[in-house]
């Protein structure tokens, strides 16, 4: 359990309620930070992430020399002096080169981490794209494609696709149009091979364009607009279980209240079920015909004598016992 803070002043107070989790959160901010060695590819991949992440991006200029698996405590205290839930960290060292960690932290307390190793051969800036670039602040479209993000257990590649989808989530938003789907990102993997090292990580940004078909809907096109870049993937440092129960809580204002004789079926459609009260048949009116008339029935009755008729008190039994329910559709 984390430890709570009982405030002493006033101003301490107002300072703890405005920290203090909300019912809608805000969205996940991101700040970079570069260590005392950071070569210049991972200083240029972090200006690309930070350009696909504004407005919710912060970015430091100055080295800070911090070993995030060691020591983590400097990191932690600007995550709660910047108000952000996310940090990358990028450092260069000869047996970790190019390297860029994704660190998540939960009540500005580190909660997981990952390390990827930056291709430098592979690695080509945003600014190498002489294409249209995208609006800034809009959502875009995250595919991960590769058997590794869909593992059952939990791993580096599964630990990836959460981070990188926490990363480019931005504002939550009930509805969006869809002019302002502009861009995709693309995360792919390959095979994972038994006694070779793990497959690398593509990641992709490709604009989204539209012609006309001649049709309603229209032609969809993609051009990559960059930045390219491929991981190799690092140390990684999971979740404490009591750490990641108590994040995954959801407040109970945002769970759906049940209501009753309502359900909903495998396509979607609402189903209500409503119960009526038992049904006297006898004085249901039917349709008149002549067939039906008082002298047929009475000789149908006498050619009817010798056969035995149904126990009648048995029926009544029988659709007494019978729930009298309909379900029917609401709209």
């Known amino acids: 359990m984390l430890q709570e803070i009982k405030p002493r002043t006033a101003r301490s107070k107002r300072a703890l309620e405005k920290k203090a989790p909300l019912t809608a959160e805000n969205p996940?901010?991101?700040?970079?930070?570069?260590?005392?060695?950071?070569?210049?590819?991972?200083?240029?991949?972090?200006a690309d992430l930070n350009s696909l992440k504004r407005p919710l991006a912060t970015k430091f200029t100055k080295p800070n020399p911090i070993h995030p698996f060691e020591d983590a405590s400097s990191l932690e205290f600007f995550a709660e002096k910047n108000d952000t839930s996310m940090l990358v960290f990028g450092c260069h060292s000869k047996k970790r080169p190019h390297c860029l960690?994704?660190?998540?932290?939960?009540?500005?307390?580190?909660?997981?981490?990952?390390?990827?190793?930056?291709?430098?051969?592979?690695?080509?800036?945003?600014?190498?794209?002489k294409t249209k670039k995208f609006a800034v602040g809009l959502k875009p479209l995250v595919l991960f494609a590769g058997t590794p993000f869909e593992s059952p257990t939990p791993n580096a590649y599964t630990l990836a696709k959460s981070l990188f989808l926490d990363f480019f989530r931005g504002q939550d938003m009930p509805t969006i149009d869809v002019e302002g789907l502009q861009y995709v990102v693309s995360i792919m993997a390959g095979e994972e091979r038994e006694g070779e090292r793990g497959p690398r990580m593509h990641l992709r940004v490709y604009m989204i364009r539209t012609k006309k078909s001649g049709q309603k809907l229209p032609r969809v096109e993609v051009e990559e607009t960059g930045p390219r870049m491929d991981f190799r993937v690092g140390r990684m440092k999971e979740a404490e279980p009591a750490m990641m129960k108590e994040a995954l809580?959801?407040?109970?204002?945002?769970?759906?209240?049940?209501?009753?004789n309502i359900e909903t079926d495998i396509v979607g459609d609402k189903m209500g079920r409503i119960h009526l009260g038992r049904q006297d048949l006898g004085t249901l009116q039917t349709r008149k015909m002549k067939g039906l008339k008082r002298a047929r029935d009475v000789r149908d009755e006498a050619k009817d004598e010798d056969q035995p008729m149904p126990d009648a008190e048995e029926d009544d039994n029988d659709s007494d016992s019978e729930p009298n329910t309909k379900s029917i559709k609401i709209r």
Not at 101 to 118: A, H, Q, S, V
Not at 250 to 260: D, I, N, T, V
């Open 28 to 46: 996940k901010k991101a700040l970079f930070v570069k260590g005392s060695t950071a070569s210049q590819v991972v200083q240029d991949a972090m």
């Open 101 to 129: 960690t994704f660190i998540r932290t939960f009540n500005y307390k580190m909660l997981d981490m990952l390390e990827l190793y930056l291709d430098p051969e592979s690695f080509q800036a945003l600014k190498q794209f």
């Open 249 to 260: 809580k959801k407040p109970k204002g945002l769970e759906a209240k049940s209501k009753k």
